[in-house]
């Protein structure tokens, strides 16, 4: 039984990866209990919806900031390319996401410039735990650096 069980258990993990890796599609939504978010400031966002299909993944982001609401629209390819998007006002965020090799993992790196004439660097690790939607995001400038893990729950 035991075996059998195993077995099982393996083929779902290994449907669940494809060869383009996971599928992080849906609507997620912030745990706060199971996330570790900065002390006095955090960049997570209160719901993400992902869509991805073939080698386009597309993530809006539902954030607020001061009790500003504001949402964020990114789109990237699967295949390690530079994707241009949006950035903060009026600059742009150049963006490759790469899959780890056993395709457990998507990163995202971010660079952008920022208001000092600098650049930001954000990188986001996304995975899954379970049922949950981890996202590791690390963010380094002349600001500083903060790093949060984020969890979110499928809706």
Known sequence: MKKTSFILTAFLISATVSAQGLDFSGTWKLNTSKSKLGAEFSMAPKEIIIA??????????????????FT??????????????????????????????????????????IGDGG??????????DGG??????????????MTETMVYDKQ
Do not use: P
């Not at 949950?132 to 650096?145: K, L």
């Open 72 to 113: 964020t629209n990114d789109k990237f390819t699967l295949d390690g390319k530079e994707c241009l998007n949006q950035g903060w006002q009026d600059s742009q965020k150049k963006s490759t996401a790469v899959w780890s090799e056993d395709k457990k993992s998507l990163k995202i790196i971010s660079k952008m410039s």
């Open 132 to 145: 949950n939607m981890v996202i590791e995001s690390s963010s380094s400038s002349s600001f500083g650096e």
């Open 52 to 69: 991805q299909k073939g080698n386009d993944f597309s993530v809006e982001k539902h954030s607020s900031f001061q009790d500003q609401e």
């Open 119 to 128: 650049e930001m660097t954000i990188t986001e690790v996304y995975k899954m």
